[in-house]
Structure formats: structure tokens, C-alpha cells
């Protein structure tokens, strides 16, 4: 069963993140617990195991980045995605570098974004469960649309191999 734990200050908007996904993603198959207040999402990350964390950049006392980073630190494979209605690029910026988030989506959201970015949120999450396994390579992050693909590209062309992970047993990359 996968677990996806929501944040937002707004009640309304955290209603709107529960509709949608609960819409997408059938009960018996994925539990969402939603909170309105940092602190007792943090809390309840250090209680239960979370495969998707979604939270809102911008709340009184501690911000999304903030939360974020604790649930990193608590939980680092549960994938970790923004939303919120700051343009404010560089909290943006500072939230997915200090968090390491997968995605942020800009409010308002379109409900297939959301959905198609919480589904390759558990892709994401099942790729890093299976390569701590050593089962299998964490693909990368699909990349936003653009140039990411086209550097990509021409680095394996470039330097043929430059693009590929080699992990060992635990997870680890292996360099040689």
C-alpha cells in the first residue's frame, strides 16, 4: 500500500490536493494522511514511513523548505514535492537544493499534472527502494521539458558512458 502525506496552512487547498488524488488513486490502494500545520506533519514522518511528502512552499513558522529537509533527514527515500503560488524563484531554487524535491508544481495546479507528478513520484520512489536493494539503477528524474535531455545527449555523445551509474550492493555508486 503506498502512503502520501500532504501539507498545506490552507484548508481549502489542502481539501482540493485531497480530492484530486483520492479521485486518482483508489483508497484500498493508497493511503493520504493531510495535515494543516508543519509541525504535526513533521511529527508524523518520524511515526510513519511515507513513499510522496507534498507541501506548500509558503506557512507560518516552518516553510515547505523547512519541512522538507526534516522529512529528508527522517525519510530519505519518501519523494518530496512543492506546490505553491510563490514566483519567487530563488526560495524556489533554494527549496529544491536544500531538499533535494523531486518536483514543484505551481499553484494553481491542473489536476493531471498533479496526478501524472505523483505517479512518477512512486516511480521514483520504488527506482530508489529497489537500487538500495541493489536491485536495479535509480533511473534519473524525468527532466523538465527542454534542454536537459539535449545536454544529456550530447555528453554521452561527447564521452560515451558519462551518463551511466554503476551501483553496487548497498546503493553506493561505484567510481572507477
Do not use: C
Amino acid at each position: 500500500m503506498r502512503r502520501i502525506l500532504i501539507l498545506d496552512d490552507e484548508p481549502s487547498v489542502l481539501n482540493a490536493l485531497r480530492r484530486t488524488l483520492r479521485a486518482a488513486f483508489p483508497q484500498a490502494d493508497v493511503v493520504i494522511e493531510a495535515f494543516d500545520e508543519p509541525e504535526a506533519a513533521v511529527l508524523r514522518a518520524g511515526e510513519q514511513d511515507f513513499d510522496v511528502v507534498i507541501s506548500d512552499y509558503r506557512m507560518p513558522g516552518l516553510n515547505g523548505a523547512d519541512v522538507l529537509q526534516l522529512v529528508k533527514g527522517l525519510q530519505p527515500d519518501a519523494v518530496r514535492i512543492v506546490v505553491s503560488a510563490t514566483t519567487e524563484m530563488l526560495d524556489i531554487v533554494n527549496a529544491v537544493n536544500r531538499a533535494e524535491v523531486f518536483r514543484y508544481l505551481a499553484k494553481p495546479w491542473q489536476q493531471e499534472e498533479l496526478v501524472a507528478t505523483v505517479q512518477d513520484a512512486f516511480a521514483r520512489r520504488d527506482a530508489l527502494v529497489q537500487a538500495k536493494q541493489g536491485t536495479a539503477a535509480v533511473p534519473p528524474a524525468r527532466p523538465a521539458a527542454g534542454g536537459q535531455e539535449d545536454v544529456l545527449r550530447q555528453l554521452e555523445q561527447d564521452e560515451p558512458g558519462i551518463t551511466r551509474v554503476d551501483w553496487d550492493e548497498h546503493g553506493n555508486i561505484r567510481l572507477f
